[in-house]
């Protein structure tokens, strides 16, 4: 119910540092529920360790001493990591606001649907960059990766794929009315996503019309580009186009359909 529908006389427009304090009020909530940071910082390095334990090890050649781990399952992994955060474990916290009643209440106030869901999508993904670095970290004790060839062109592929994880994540949380519901919409989405974009088998296995498909996801146009970039392959235009148009309708389908209250 927003502030017209409610009757209230209109007010001003939250200024900047509304932005901010809602974003730290955030902040400081996540941090105070220490078991919901499990998913987000420990999950990265339980899964890449894991599938590095169990992933050759075999320098390719031509890779610059890389391994077939670093090229071809490290990357999948950070896409998968970054997708299960977004996609499903983010909205459920959003939903438990709206069935708490704290929606209800932020609706008489001057917050837009877009400030709450910019502050969940910062603080999740601020989680998400300790939970990734502290997993290649690891990799790079225990397996010794040897990184990205171009560290700029990787790091801005990973954040569009941030991006657009967590703009489809937010359109999640912004339908969802429990958070038993976002999490199964969210688990829906994620294996959907995932399976069209090769996360239970390669693309490579999948017909060739659903595997165009699941090119133009954001599960695998995010894996591709990722890879390119890692090993320094310049990355073409298509994924990176799919990761952009998924973060815009992503972000602006959850501002139109997002509901305060179930």
């Keep these: 119910m927003s502030i017209v529908q409610a009757g209230l006389p209109p007010v001003a427009r939250p200024s900047a540092a509304a932005w901010g304090e809602l974003i730290r009020a955030e902040m400081r909530s996540v941090i105070r529920d220490t078991a919901g940071l499990l998913i987000p910082i420990g999950m990265p390095s339980l899964l890449l360790v894991t599938q590095g ?27 998968m990591v970054v997708a299960l955060v977004g996609v499903v474990n983010m909205p459920s916290f959003l939903a438990t606001y709206r069935t708490s009643g704290l929606l209800k209440r932020l609706a008489t106030t001057p917050a837009h649907p877009a400030m709450l869901l910019c502050a969940q999508l910062v603080v999740s993904l601020a989680q998400t ?19 990205p060839a171009h560290v700029w062109m990787t790091v801005g592929v990973f954040a569009l794929v941030c991006v657009a994880m967590y703009a489809i994540g937010m359109l999640v949380a912004a339908v969802s009315p429990t958070p038993n519901a976002s999490v199964a919409i969210g688990l829906v989405t994620f294996f959907a996503i995932g399976a069209l974009g090769g996360m239970l088998g390669g693309a490579q296995n999948l017909p060739g019309p659903i595997a165009e498909i699941g090119r133009w996801l954001p599960y695998g146009a995010g894996t591709h580009a990722l890879q390119l970039a890692w090993i320094g392959d310049p990355v073409p235009w298509q994924p990176l186009v799919a990761l952009a148009a998924a973060t815009v309708l992503g972000g602006a389908f959850a501002v139109k359909f997002f509901r305060w209250t179930r």
Excluded at 142 to 147: N, Q, R, S
């Design 129 to 147: 960059v300790v939970g990734v670095g502290i997993a290649l970290g690891l990799s790079a004790a225990l397996f010794g990766i040897v990184g």
């Design 53 to 79: 334990a169990a992933a050759s090890q075999e320098i390719l050649p031509d890779t610059g001493g890389r391994s077939v781990y670093e090229i071809f399952v490290l990357p999948l992994m950070l896409v």
